[in-house]
């Protein structure tokens, strides 16, 4: 069985103000269709919906978020690295990029943002059937919820630890 060559994924994480999320949503939704114009295989770009404390560094205290942020993570998927430097090159030179970052519209600050490429270590897409049993909650399910709320009765597993 042949190899397939690895891809290439720019990982981002970002401090950023919640009432800052709709001002970031929009400019999240220009960026994503001119990468994917450009030649991006995937962009995506979440929030942080639960970090359990005590496992780990949450993403929170790894960015140091103050009062009032969250955080979101975020990554762009290429075929290559050479793949992902001619994207970029595009990219850059894209006036809907240029117009969004002026004037001060970035609804985050650039200089707490952490970022970096890398190559697949483990890649595993599941079938349709998987993908069609996320897109459908199952019985007695909520969308949105964490696992771990729904363990610890709908409670958080900071306030279930207390």
Known sequence: MARNPARYIDGFVIPIPRSKLAAYRELAKVAAQVWIEHGA???VEAVLEHALPGFGLPFP?????????????????????AHRDRVNAKVM?????????????????PKRMTWGGFTDLVAHRGSERAKD???????????????????AGGRTAAKSAK
């Open 41 to 43: 295989l995937e962009y």
């Open 61 to 81: 205290k790894l960015v140091e978020c103050r009062r009032g942020e969250t955080v979101i993570f975020s990554y762009i998927v290429y075929r290559s690295r």
């Open 93 to 109: 030179t894209d006036r809907r990029i240029a117009e969004s970052c002026t004037g001060g519209a970035m609804p985050f600050d």
């Open 133 to 151: 049993a996320i897109k459908a909650p199952r019985k007695g399910e909520q969308r949105g919820g964490s696992k771990t709320a729904k363990r």
